[in-house]
Structure formats: structure tokens, C-alpha cells
């Protein structure tokens, strides 16, 4: 399989972004007079985007769903303390600049498809130094639907100009895994990001690798990329 371009995921898979989302949740949480939540905890509410970061943190619970009248209110509050935070403390992962270097140098085109809202991801991208690799961005708010659905995907391929066959999407959950599957894009998942709680070795997908210097040089060599049934 000839591949001509990768997909991105970004927090969890670019940047190590649960610092920022953290405190700007404790921000809120301070402001409504509610506990405030320790890191690891923010980590496994991470990744069907913003509005269920909220929910989940004033419910404590992955599928809670808060009151209408505290969300609105707790949402805007997020949303403006984040608006200040967003790539404060962003880091990121071994490998990540390497990576996106080798397949930039390869001539691959590169996207991110984000559940961020579009408004944190450009500029994280921007303060991160790294926006230049990419010719899309594509956020949570972008289209009407976000990952796990395989829009977003499906239309970072139509933007790049390649067909699903011909992209890779590297993640780091179950959203990226089925949202690639359901597009038909092969992918491959890094262990050390946010599933919700889950280990990656559960998730089914194309291939695992450590780092993307890793999965650069594996399609930089043309290793066959298989796509699992």
C-alpha cells in the first residue's frame, strides 16, 4: 500500500496537553465552588472533546451528563480560563519533532484531525511551532461531526487530495481507531496517550509503535501497512 499522506491526532499523540486541560478544569471547578481534580483523573476524560471534558468532570463520570443550566455556565467558564492556558504547559512526547521532520523530508503531506475545538487548535499548533507541517487542520467543530465518526477523517483526505487507502492515521484511542476503520484508513495507535482509562494493547487497530520517529521510518522504508478486518 503506497501511503501519501498521515493524519494526526493531537493531544495524546503530539503533545502531552492533560496539564493545560487540568488546570484549566480546576479553574472552573475553583469558580464553581466544586472539588478540584488531580491530573491523572482529567487524563482518562480526555478525548471526545471539550464539551465532554466538561460534563465528565463536573459529573465525575465518563458518561455523566451535567445540568443544562451548570454546563452553560461551567462551559463558558472552561472555555475562557483554557483560552489563557492552552500550550502553557503543553510538552512534547519523544519523538514527536523527529518524526514529523522525517515525514515532512519524506514529501508526505501531513493533517491533524483534533477533537479540539478549531479555536485552541491553531493556536496550540502555532505556540507548539510546529503549524508549519501541517496543509490541514481539521477541529472538533469543524463539521457537524467529530471522531469516533469518520467525517473528519474522510474529509482531511478529500482536503489533501488522497484517498483513504493512500493515508495513515496515528493516534492514541479507540475514537482515532474507529473513526480511521469506519473512513477506511489504516491506523496505528502510540501507547502513551489518553483512552479513557483503557489500555491501547485492548483497542483494536492496524499496528502499534512507540514514537513517531518510529512509524516515520517504517513508511519512510515502505514496510507494507496491512489493514486488519
Known amino acids: 500500500m503506497s501511503i501519501r499522506a498521515i493524519l494526526f491526532d493531537l493531544d495524546g499523540t503530539l503533545l502531552h496537553t492533560v496539564p493545560d486541560l487540568a488546570a484549566a478544569v480546576n479553574a472552573m471547578l475553583r469558580d464553581l465552588a466544586l472539588p478540584e481534580l488531580d491530573e491523572a483523573t482529567v487524563a482518562t476524560y480526555v478525548g471526545k472533546g471539550a464539551e465532554n471534558l466538561i460534563h465528565r468532570s463536573l459529573t465525575g463520570s465518563l458518561d455523566g451528563r451535567a445540568d443544562a443550566a451548570l454546563f452553560e455556565k461551567a462551559n463558558a467558564i472552561w ?13 512534547f512526547y ?75 492515521f496515528i493516534g492514541d484511542s479507540l475514537n482515532d481507531a474507529q473513526a480511521a476503520r469506519a473512513a477506511g484508513v489504516p491506523c496505528w495507535l502510540l501507547p502513551y496517550g489518553y483512552n ?6 485492548s483497542t483494536p487497530c492496524d499496528g502499534h509503535i512507540n514514537t513517531l520517529l518510529q512509524a516515520a521510518e517504517r513508511v519512510c522504508a515502505q514496510q507494507p501497512i496491512q489493514v486488519n478486518p
Open 79 to 91: 472555555h475562557a480560563h483554557y483560552e489563557q492556558i492552552n500550550g502553557q504547559h503543553a510538552e
Open 196 to 201: 479513557e482509562g483503557r489500555p491501547i494493547e
Open 94 to 168: 519523544p519523538g514527536v519533532l523527529e518524526g514529523l521532520e522525517a515525514f515532512a523530508q519524506a514529501g508526505l503531506k501531513l493533517a491533524v484531525v483534533t477533537n479540539k475545538p478549531e479555536r485552541f487548535t491553531g493556536p496550540l499548533l502555532a505556540r507548539s511551532g510546529i503549524a508549519c507541517y501541517f496543509s490541514v487542520v481539521i477541529g472538533g467543530d469543524t463539521f457537524e461531526r467529530k471522531k469516533p465518526d469518520p467525517l473528519p477523517v474522510l474529509k482531511a483526505c478529500e482536503r489533501l487530495g488522497v484517498s483513504p487507502s493512500e493515508a495513515l
